[in-house]
């Protein structure tokens, strides 16, 4: 579907959104596009990436790919430099990416898979914070939205990793709204339910996966935070 120009929320606005090679990120990056925005589609795997950009090029929407590997968290903070020279402005993060880590006992766990899960699910989107925090700030009216999960609530057996780094995440990512509460930015979290992806697979393989909401059924909640009418900030929001 492509919109008339009058109509598009986002039009104009540059949007840099990771795990944007499928799932949630994906049809987040697709419909910013839709919706005007160019896209910095930011993702482990090339090949993926150009499919998604080719479903937005399709589409009538322009993208960048930005192949990266954010478990390489010290190698973060270039990101910030790249999009400031290429684009000079940064108007939504989508801090999307995330794994599922081993489901098994903490004192069990495997320490490797331990420090890799906080460091995709929680150090990485630290390490996006201070590398774009300039360029969000700078924008007339920047906007932060990261991914949580139920797990970092529900205390249950075996998420340990998971649910650690989620929930590390959400009390980041909300003194970081309290920091940023008296500027144009607003920052906030979705907590997207049970939804038809990967990761919900790796983590209940035995469920029927047609029987969940696709990502697509997300993707408004996704634009009413990223818009620049958009005044909240702080929560977590739960997006079905």
Same mark, same amino acid.
């Given at each position: 579907?492509?919109?008339?120009?009058?109509?598009?929320?986002?039009?104009?606005?540059?949007?840099?959104? %990771? @795990?944007?090679?499928?799932?949630?990120?994906a049809?987040?990056?697709? =419909?910013?596009?839709?919706?005007?925005?160019?896209?910095?589609?930011?993702?482990?795997?090339?090949?993926?990436?150009?499919?998604?950009?080719?479903?937005?090029? &399709?589409?009538?929407?322009?993208?960048?790919?930005?192949?990266?590997?954010?478990?390489e968290?010290?190698? !973060?903070? @270039?990101?910030?430099?790249? !999009?400031?020279?290429?684009?000079?402005?940064?108007?939504?993060?989508?801090?999307?990416?995330?794994?599922?880590?081993?489901l098994?006992?903490?004192?069990?766990?495997?320490?490797?898979?331990?420090?890799?899960?906080?460091?995709?699910?929680?150090? &990485?989107?630290?390490?996006? !914070?201070?590398?774009?925090?300039?360029?969000?700030?700078?924008s007339?009216?920047?906007? =932060?939205?990261?991914?949580?999960? =139920?797990?970092?609530?529900?205390?249950?057996?075996?998420?340990?990793?998971?649910?650690?780094?989620? &929930?590390?995440?959400?009390?980041?990512?909300?003194?970081?709204?309290?920091?940023?509460?008296?500027?144009?930015?607003?920052?906030?979290?979705?907590?997207?339910?049970?939804?038809?992806?990967?990761?919900?697979?790796?983590?209940?393989?035995?469920?029927?996966?047609?029987?969940?909401? &696709?990502?697509? %059924?997300?993707?408004?909640?996704? !634009?009413?935070?990223?818009?620049?009418?958009?005044?909240?900030?702080?929560r977590?929001?739960?997006?079905?």
């Open positions: 579907m492509n919109l008339s120009k009058n109509t598009r929320r986002l039009d104009g606005r540059v949007a840099l959104v %990771t @795990g944007a090679s499928r799932g949630i990120g049809a987040v990056a697709e =419909a910013f596009a839709r919706e005007g925005a160019h896209v910095i589609l930011l993702a482990r795997t090339q090949g993926a990436l150009e499919e998604v950009d080719d479903k937005i090029r &399709a589409a009538g929407g322009s993208a960048t790919l930005l192949p990266f590997d954010l478990a968290n010290k190698k !973060i903070s @270039g990101i910030g430099p790249v !999009i400031a020279e290429r684009f000079r402005r940064l108007d939504i993060l989508v801090g999307n990416a995330g794994i599922l880590g081993d098994s006992p903490v004192a069990m766990s495997d320490p490797k898979v331990f420090d890799n899960t906080f460091k995709v699910n929680f150090f &990485a989107n630290y390490h996006l !914070i201070r590398a774009l925090d300039p360029l969000l700030r700078g007339d009216a920047g906007r =932060a939205i990261f991914v949580t999960s =139920a797990a970092a609530h529900q205390h249950a057996p075996f998420w340990g990793a998971h649910a650690a780094a989620k &929930a590390a995440l959400e009390r980041m990512v909300e003194t970081y709204a309290a920091e940023t509460a008296f500027s144009p930015l607003k920052v906030n979290i979705i907590d997207p339910g049970a939804v038809r992806t990967q990761l919900r697979a790796e983590a209940f393989p035995a469920e029927n996966a047609e029987a969940l909401p &696709a990502p697509e %059924t997300l993707v408004e909640r996704f !634009i009413e935070l990223a818009s620049p009418g958009h005044t909240d900030t702080g977590i929001i739960a997006a079905a």
